[in-house]
């Protein structure tokens, strides 16, 4: 399945900016989604994860309370709604397709090509 992110770019802190992930083929047939990120000099670390029909997510604790992954297999996308952006959540944001069992998400080789967020202090 092909991966297109969309939405990043430059916020304030305190702003908010929703990621989307569009998706080539029916989402409803991919067990689980998730968003990965990765900062300058750090390693990609898994931001969120939602399983097939939504009723199961994962986030990393840095950003549980302030970001929403949610899906919506009508239109093949799935979303990231950021909340309470601080500097530290700058980085590039890639969307994947994976498995989610027993709580942990596992991507597959399907990646977007990333979209860059940054939140100025």
């Known amino acids: 399945v092909q991966l297109v992110e969309s939405g990043g770019g430059l916020v304030q802190a305190g702003g908010s900016l929703r990621l989307s992930c569009a998706a080539s083929e029916n989402t409803a047939s991919v067990n689980g989604m998730g968003w990965y990120r990765q900062a300058p000099g750090a390693q990609r670390e898994l931001v969120a994860a939602v399983t097939n029909g939504g009723g199961s997510t994962k986030y990393a604790d840095s950003v549980k309370g302030r970001f929403t992954i949610s899906r919506d297999n009508a239109k093949n996308t799935v979303y990231l709604q950021m909340n309470s952006l601080k500097p530290e959540d700058t980085a590039t944001y890639y969307c994947?397709?994976?498995?989610?069992?027993?709580?942990?998400?596992?991507?597959?080789?399907?990646w977007g090509q990333g979209t860059q967020v940054t939140v100025s202090s």
């Open positions: 994947t397709a994976g498995r989610y069992v027993l709580g942990d998400y596992f991507p597959t080789a399907s």
